[in-house]
């Protein structure tokens, strides 16, 4: 599992977030937004750790959906190559409608939605 650096000698933005993970997280919002499937979009920021998950609407279990998504990701990263984030996709489609609720961490922030 990738962490974010420990940020105590870095300017904080308001969020807490350190200002490259600000800029990292916008890049890659700004990636996915135009991506049909791509619903929301959270950061989860606990401790020295971060975690930007995607939530995604398609049909169960195919792949072709995410794969998109993972290339954002993986382009993020490449523009931002210290940085060290976890990554997640979910295909709401995959759960339950009583289940999807539980799907994102309650202490995450919305990034984007749909």
């Known amino acids: 599992?990738?962490?974010?650096?420990?940020?105590?000698?870095?300017?904080?933005t308001p969020d807490?977030?350190?200002p490259s993970l600000d800029a990292l997280a916008d890049r890659f919002v700004g990636r996915v937004r135009e991506l049909p499937?791509?619903?929301?979009?959270?950061?989860?920021?606990?401790?020295?750790s971060a975690r930007?998950?995607?939530v995604i609407k398609a049909p169960p279990f195919e792949r072709q959906?995410?794969?998109?998504v993972?290339?954002?990701?993986?382009?993020?990263l490449a523009a931002f190559p210290d940085a060290q984030i976890d990554f997640g996709v979910v295909?709401?489609?995959?759960?339950p409608a009583e289940a999807r609720a539980?799907?994102?961490?309650?202490s995450s922030v919305a990034l984007y939605t749909r």
């Open 65 to 68: 959906y995410r794969d998109p």
């Open 1 to 12: 599992m990738d962490r974010v650096q420990p940020s105590s000698a870095a300017a904080m």
């Open 52 to 54: 930007l998950l995607t």
């Open 91 to 95: 295909n709401e489609s995959e759960y």
């Open 102 to 106: 539980a799907l994102v961490p309650t």
């Open 37 to 48: 499937q791509v619903t929301r979009v959270f950061l989860d920021v606990s401790g020295d």
């Open 16 to 18: 807490g977030c350190p």
């Open 70 to 76: 993972y290339d954002a990701e993986l382009a993020v």
